[in-house]
């Protein structure tokens, strides 16, 4: 299948995406309104709830609009590479934890994005008031998987 005919058929079966599709994909979160879907042996992930897509999709404009400087990008509306979109999605959601559970260390896998993210706005009262420059710390620290060509340099 090619590429275009690809996006063409996963917009018309994921009506409603999942923002942390990547985060998920890549076995680093999991979230309870997940529903994964396969196309081609491609695989992809639909939310299961309106109300939670928009607060994840509010969630992560939050992130990225904080984490411009850690980035190192002035643009934020453009699509961002897959490295950068990966520390936004994981690293912020573990800053997230990690504010909400301040006497554990950072969590390397995130159970459940809804929950994270419903615990988060019932402690702080809303996504605004995220204590942002402790989670901009872990999407600063997060660092994908390494290519194969870079793990044997020091």
């Known amino acids: 299948m090619d590429s275009e005919a690809f996006r063409d058929t ?13 985060a998920i994909l890549t076995n680093q979160c ?3 309104l997940a529903r994964k879907f396969c196309i081609a042996e491609r695989e992809g992930v639909q939310c299961a709830s309106d109300a939670a897509q928009t607060d994840c999709l509010e ?6 609009q904080q984490a411009r400087f850690a980035l190192k990008s002035i643009d934020t509306r453009g699509a961002l590479p897959h490295a950068k979109a990966m520390r936004i999605q994981v690293g912020g959601l573990r800053g997230i ?4 559970t301040p006497d554990e260390p950072a969590p390397m ?16 009262g809303s996504l605004e008031r ?9 999407i600063a ?6 290519r194969l060509s870079d793990r044997g340099k020091q």
Do not use: H, W
């Open 10 to 22: 996963y917009r018309a079966i994921n009506e409603r995406f999942c923002p942390y599709e990547k």
């Open 30 to 32: 999991a979230c309870s």
């Open 59 to 64: 969630l992560l404009e939050r992130l990225r």
């Open 97 to 100: 934890q990690t504010v909400l």
């Open 109 to 124: 896998f995130i159970a459940d994005i809804r929950a994270t993210i419903e615990t988060a706005v019932a402690v702080f």
């Open 130 to 138: 995220l204590p942002f420059d402790v989670i901009m710390q872990q």
């Open 141 to 146: 620290a997060y660092q994908g998987r390494q």
